[in-house]
């Protein structure tokens, strides 16, 4: 027997936490992570088949747009990972610009529509 698909919970903030259970519920290995940096060395190691994180934008940030940048570059030479993430509605410009240049695989507003969460993530199981 095969084991589940991993998915990674990059937990900036809590918008990633409250769905745990329903990632478990779907099937998923979760795992989770609080710091982005030792997030990025997780995915080198082992990628998941998911990568769940919030997203925002601080003005201050000095070279950079948003806090998950790092994370995504790292994500983009694994085109079997998939990347969701959760954005407040204000930083939806700044969320464009990053989607220009690194992919997100979908991106959803909070508060999360959990039918919406549900169906993407049932999807992406059946393709793992």
């Known amino acids: 027997m095969s084991s589940p698909p991993s998915l990674l919970m990059v937990n900036a903030f809590i918008g990633t936490a409250g769905y745990k259970k329903l990632y478990q519920e779907l099937g998923y290995a979760v795992v989770t992570e609080w710091s982005e940096r030792r997030a990025i060395s997780l995915v080198r190691k082992t990628p998941p088949a998911v990568i769940v994180a919030d997203f925002y934008h601080q003005t201050d940030f000095r070279d950079r747009l948003s806090n998950l940048e790092s994370l995504l ?56």
């Open 73 to 128: 570059a790292t994500a983009q030479g694994m085109p079997h990972t998939r990347i969701l993430v959760f954005y407040e509605a204000a930083h939806q410009a700044v969320l464009d610009k990053v989607c220009q240049r690194l992919r997100i695989d979908i991106a959803l507003p909070m508060p999360v529509d959990e039918a919406d969460l549900r169906a993407t993530l049932t999807s992406w199981f059946d393709c793992c």
